[in-house]
């Protein structure tokens, strides 16, 4: 289970999230949709404290931290119980894609490399990147590159995968690769929470589909309620302008 209260954040006088409550079950894929500039991807970065939320509650597992007063260790325990997709990729660039997925392994959960090297393998096989193992990223395509960020995410089996707009640097060739890569993550039960402009992805993928403006969850609900029959006004606007 991953429960949010009262978490909020600010980048000066502007407050980016404004008291969110949420609940994620287990297994559950809940996708956050809305205007650019509403603190959708301040929230994901904010679990993990990516950006330190100024008040609110996380809980992830059987962790649970007072953003507050959040200690190194607390920190570093909810980075343990997440995996970060960026949108951006986020690779780093003097490594391959196999050293890509096995540097948190490695590092972080202090697994054997023997043993980091053979679950890289195994996630550049599901991933269909075997033959670029070796390959730095320069020389991968925007497609493949992210693939390999969504595998480094697999490979931690972590608590919750956090995606943040994962297709919104892709040219277009390349989406429909990594959502295709996603919907098979999210075939796992994989507890996921998704931010995307992908919007008939998000009806197919999601058990819940999350509405912000303003720094606030406006409307939340089944993907057939909120796309065919939206409540709040704000969200059938928002509806209107991106799907025409």
């Given at each position: 289970?991953?429960?949010?209260?009262g978490l909020t954040k600010r980048f000066g006088a502007n407050t980016v999230l404004d008291g969110i409550d949420l609940s994620i079950a287990e297994g559950d894929r809940v996708v956050v949709i809305g205007p650019s500039g509403?603190?959708?991807?301040?929230?994901?970065?904010?679990i993990n404290f990516l950006d330190r939320p100024?008040?609110?509650?996380?809980?992830?597992?059987?962790?649970e931290v007072d953003a507050g007063r959040a200690t190194r260790a607390q920190v570093l325990g909810l980075r343990r119980r997440t995996a970060f997709v960026f949108q951006n990729?986020?690779?780093?660039?003097?490594?391959?894609?196999?050293q890509n997925i096995t540097e948190a392994l490695i590092t972080v959960q202090k697994r054997p490399r023997a043993e980091a090297e053979a679950r890289a393998d195994a996630i550049l096989a599901?991933?269909?990147?075997?033959?670029?193992?070796?390959?730095y990223p320069a020389a991968l395509s925007g497609g493949q590159q992210q693939r390999?960020?969504?595998?480094?995410a697999m490979a931690l089996e972590a608590d919750l995968m956090l995606f943040d707009e994962p297709t919104s640097a892709l040219d277009?060739?390349?989406?429909?690769?990594?959502?295709?890569l996603m919907r098979r993550v999210a075939e796992r039960?994989?507890?996921?929470?998704?931010?995307?402009?992908?919007?008939?992805?998000?009806?197919?993928i999601a058990d819940r589909v999350i509405f912000m403006e303003g720094g606030r969850i406006v409307e939340e609900g089944p993907p057939a309620q909120i796309f065919e029959a939206a409540r709040d006004p704000r969200t059938r606007a928002f509806l209107r302008r991106v799907t025409g």
């Open positions: 289970m991953i429960r949010l209260t509403t603190g959708k991807s301040t929230l994901l970065r904010c100024e008040a609110g509650v996380i809980r992830v597992g059987d962790l990729y986020a690779l780093f660039a003097n490594k391959t894609a196999r599901e991933t269909g990147l075997t033959e670029k193992a070796d390959s390999v960020g969504i595998g480094r277009p060739e390349w989406v429909g690769e990594v959502l295709d039960r994989q507890t996921m929470l998704i931010v995307t402009h992908e919007m008939q992805f998000a009806r197919e």
